[in-house]
């Protein structure tokens, strides 16, 4: 007997479907829109403290001489007029204050002595005695500064909303995975989040200092003063190189995640180690500035995390060899 066209039961089961389907799409929608407050309320607060988080993003600046012996420094004021930092020596210089490298700022104030003007200079004890930065950050327009800020917070904002974002979507994506699938997916987060974090901290901390202070000398080798940089270009550079070297520290996740779909083998890996050498300079040259320092830094970390690859990928399949019984010779 053949099948009736107009069988409730199958009407039952395309409803049922649709109901499902609008179901997954309500779901999604509301996920989205708790992220979005989430995201929204992070940029209100990042807003109120967006000087605090300038402070934070300038510490690379402040840190460009970590590898360099600290040498005297002398900061003359005249009026609204400010001359320096000059390096000094405490021969050229003998009013220094003491420790090994001071940085001293004078103030140059014109007195009269026996009937003649003359320029004296007095130590500011307001000032700090530590090592100057070469560069200062400006806006150039009368808007700059709410730009700089509302970036600043946006940047800020991400980052600081991100477990709430990510909880929100995971709760719309968790219910259509088993246990053991649950399971698998959070170790694999858990691994994401630790190299993104290490990749963060290494930029933060090491590899920005360095390719600022490259950035100077390779300015002052071309004949050109950098003392003066825009506000807003220097936020958006720190803060895409730090999320940019955070998504590189995800390549093992990459690799490792081919190696468990079977695609790759420890073997194949090892044998493209020299490709691997180049893509590393390549990754290098991308996330980084363009000159030789920076991008040797970034490629040697991604090289080493790609011999871990190696290695992690060998004792994966050793193991399975074994619970499969397989005699190795």
């Not at 190696?259 to 090892?270: D, F, I, P, W």
């Amino acid at each position: 007997m053949a099948d009736d066209p107009s069988d409730p039961s199958d009407e039952s089961d395309e409803l049922g479907a649709r109901k499902s389907f609008w179901g997954h799409v309500q779901d999604l929608r509301v996920a989205l829109v708790r992220s979005s407050i989430a995201l929204g309320a992070a940029l209100v607060l990042c807003l109120l403290i967006s000087n605090r988080i300038v402070q934070l993003l300038e510490y690379p600046l402040r840190h460009i001489h970590m590898f360099e012996q600290p040498q005297p420094t002398v900061t003359v004021k005249f009026g609204g007029t400010t001359f320096g930092p000059y390096p000094v020596t405490r021969e050229q210089f003998p009013a220094l204050p003491p420790g090994p490298a001071p940085h001293a700022v004078y103030v140059a104030k014109v007195v009269t002595i026996a009937g003649q003007q003359v320029v004296a200079l007095a130590l500011d004890p307001s000032v700090p005695m530590t090592e100057p930065t070469e560069v200062r950050l400006n806006n150039f327009s009368p808007t700059e500064p709410f730009m700089v800020a509302f970036h600043v917070a946006l940047y800020a904002a991400v980052a600081v909303s991100s477990p709430f974002w990510i909880y929100f979507m995971g709760g719309f994506m968790l219910p259509a995975l088993k246990a053991n699938e649950r399971k698998v997916i959070f170790g694999w987060i858990g691994w994401s989040l630790t190299l993104f974090l290490a990749g963060v901290v290494l930029t933060y901390f090491l590899l920005l200092p360095v390719a600022l202070r490259a950035t100077l000398q390779y300015s002052e080798l071309l004949g050109f003063k950098s003392t003066d940089w825009r506000a807003d270009e220097y936020i958006g550079f720190v803060s895409k190189f730090i999320f940019g070297m955070g998504l590189g520290f995800q390549f093992p996740i990459v690799v490792l995640f081919l190696v468990k779909l079977g695609l790759v083998t420890s073997r194949q890996l090892a044998h493209y180690r020299r490709h691997m050498i180049v893509l590393s300079l390549v990754l290098g040259a991308l996330l980084t500035t363009p000159e030789v320092i920076t991008q040797v830094a970034m490629a040697v970390p991604l090289y080493l995390l790609y011999e871990v690859c190696i290695w992690i990928a060998w004792y994966w399949e050793r193991k399975k060899r074994r619970a499969e019984g397989i005699v190795e010779i």
